[in-house]
């Protein structure tokens, strides 16, 4: 079992940054691939970001490529979502999710095993 937590979520303006971090526990965290996922109201769930069991591999939604960046610290069991110059329209729960197949089928949903509660993110126009 993995438990993740997030935090870092808040209310910024348009333009402005938040750091999302995300701390596992339970299981060796290396075993685990991670991707951030979001979630805005009426909407489904949706993948925002990736980042591979060493830090090697990432890959981003189109929709915050060059604005956002996934990071993990291995010593210290955390997951980082860096968010620049946000939108109206990143306005979400963000959640993450730790996987540990090493395939490449990160995309999906139904391909995480383990998953944080949420932390909402809202940026004002």
């Known amino acids: 079992q993995v438990q993740l937590v997030e935090s870092g979520g808040g209310l910024v303006q348009t333009g402005g940054s938040l750091r999302l971090s995300c701390a596992a526990s339970g299981r060796t965290f290396t075993n685990y691939a991670m991707g951030w996922f979001r979630q805005a109201p009426g909407k489904e769930r949706e993948f925002v970001t990736y980042i591979s069991r060493r830090g090697l591999t990432t890959d981003y939604a189109d929709s915050v490529k060059g604005r956002f960046t996934i990071s993990r610290d291995n010593t210290k069991n955390v997951t980082y979502l860096e968010m620049n110059s946000l939108k109206p329209e990143d306005t979400a729960v963000y959640y993450c999710?730790?996987?540990?197949?090493?395939?490449?089928?990160?995309?999906?949903?139904?391909?995480?095993?383990?998953w944080g509660q949420g932390t909402q993110v809202t940026v004002s126009s």
């Open positions: 999710a730790a996987r540990q197949s090493p395939d490449s089928k990160y995309l999906a949903i139904s391909a995480y095993d383990y």
